[in-house]
């Protein structure tokens, strides 16, 4: 959770001192008794708003906060070579201080951002608020066990890149992590036993492809039980975002990148990662030759569905690519060809629709039925669904960048059920496969909620 503390501290003395004289000076002595606010953001939020505000307005603000110390670095219009370490220089001078100093420093200039305001919720209470937990958040592949007790977390104390397994109820990691590195994509198996991890890691920087291997790890101990490598599962690029278990977990399909331009899935026996069997997509038209994976596997009950994209390998007057979805459990269509337009597909998670760009289509006629669809509505199929209530979760921004509010609405109607904020700015928002639990995640840190009945 430290570690950007612990690195920036590295900082020389001489700049830590410069700060210190112009805050003296500006302010005069910084009142240490105050009683600070029932409630700020975590420490790291308050030193993110007295930079956001110090870089705000060009020189003369940053002059206000930190005296001249940044003035070979603020010429017009241009901030300098590498706004980043400058950004970093500021942070670093900020970390020295107490927080006594820096909520005096947020009261001096007005940052309001500083101060962390009270979370309401307004309307029926779907969800409550149970706990956060900290943590520098960077997590692309966070993923809820089936039971909703465990969350993996990917990508953590950097530059190791962990992959590990939070227990939400007692607040901590649990060791050992799972793997280290950076993976493509992660699920668990229904019965919440196996987690599978993909990467598309090098053996060595000429490696030629197929590049990465799947991993099936036990969820229980942690310990890496089979890998196999993406040549050996057929995948002769290497390995797709995209894989899920069977309805039983005896079996795991992962989508394939094919050098041919043709796609592919393969079934991998578990717990042994063997592959035991494929499946490619025929084309409804030979002159569109060249199938590649549309989007991620969905699970609907127990099946899986996976979306293909057929197209020419060169444009032939009018004829646009065809998007069509397929059951991995009988192999058989699940939908007429679409028209794809510009934009990615994407199933409704009632197989009734296609969305492809901002157009709507019946997946079961191939009719078109709208067109200009909002990508943020529900016509999506709302990501962030509690399916047993019939209700999804959104995060709507708010004025100031770092925070916005969170919202339950109606998947039929759109109608917001609950308002509860404001939270910080989340970077997901990931419900529970069982409907229980929503994690909202930040920067910072990971907060969850209780899914009321």
Request: aromatic share 6%; charged share 20%; proline share 8%.
């Amino acid at each position: 959770m430290r570690a950007r503390g612990r690195r920036v501290r590295r900082l020389s003395r001489v700049l830590m001192s410069s700060l210190l004289i112009v805050l003296a000076a500006v302010g005069g002595t910084t009142v240490r008794a105050q009683e600070m606010p029932a409630e700020i953001e975590q420490r790291e939020e308050i030193i993110d708003a007295i930079i956001a505000y110090a870089t705000s307005g060009g020189c003369e603000t940053r002059r206000k906060v930190f005296g001249g110390a940044f003035d070979a670095t603020c010429g017009y219009p241009d901030p300098g070579p590498d706004p980043g370490s400058e950004r970093m220089a500021m942070w670093t001078l900020l970390d020295g201080l107490s927080e006594h100093d820096l909520m005096a420093l947020c009261r001096r200039h007005g940052i309001a951002d500083c101060e962390k305001p009270r979370e309401v919720s307004n309307g029926r209470a779907v969800l409550t608020f149970e706990s956060s937990f900290d943590i520098e958040f960077s997590s692309n592949h966070a993923t809820w066990s089936p039971d909703g007790r465990l969350l993996l977390l990917d990508n953590l104390n950097l530059p190791a890149a962990e992959v590990r397994l939070l227990d939400v109820a007692a607040g901590r990691l649990l060791d050992p992590p799972l793997y280290a590195g950076v993976i493509h994509d992660a699920a668990w198996s229904p019965d919440g036993a196996y987690i599978a991890l993909s990467d598309r890691k090098r053996a060595h920087p000429g490696q030629p492809p197929p590049v990465g291997a799947v991993r099936l790890f036990a969820s229980s101990t942690r310990k890496e039980r089979a890998r196999i490598s993406a040549g050996d599962a057929g995948c002769t690029l290497g390995v797709l975002e995209g894989m899920a278990f069977t309805a039983d977990s005896k079996a795991l399909w992962v989508l394939c990148s094919q050098a041919d331009k043709t796609a592919q899935a393969t079934r991998l026996r578990v717990p042994t990662l063997e592959a035991e069997d494929s499946f490619a997509p025929a084309s409804p038209s030979p002159a569109l030759s060249e199938i590649y994976w549309e989007e991620g596997v969905v699970r609907s009950a127990d099946d899986l569905i996976v979306t293909a994209r057929f197209r020419s390998p060169k444009p032939i007057g009018r004829l646009r690519p065809l998007v069509q979805s397929y059951s991995l459990r009988t192999r058989r269509t699940l939908s007429a060809p679409i028209p794809a337009t510009a934009g990615a597909a994407r199933l409704a998670p009632d197989l009734t629709s296609f969305y492809i760009g901002n157009e709507l289509w019946s997946a079961r006629t191939g009719e078109h039925v709208a067109t200009g669809v909002d990508r943020s509505g529900r016509y999506l199929g709302a990501p962030n669904r509690i399916p047993q209530l019939g209700m999804y979760v959104e995060a709507k921004p708010l004025a100031k960048p770092q925070l916005s509010m969170l919202a339950v609405l109606d998947s039929a109607t759109g109608a917001t059920v609950q308002e509860l904020g404001p939270v910080p700015r989340p970077l997901t928002v990931l419900v529970a496969p069982n409907g229980t639990k929503v994690a909202v995640s930040n920067f910072h840190a990971v907060r969850f909620y209780r899914v009321n009945p």
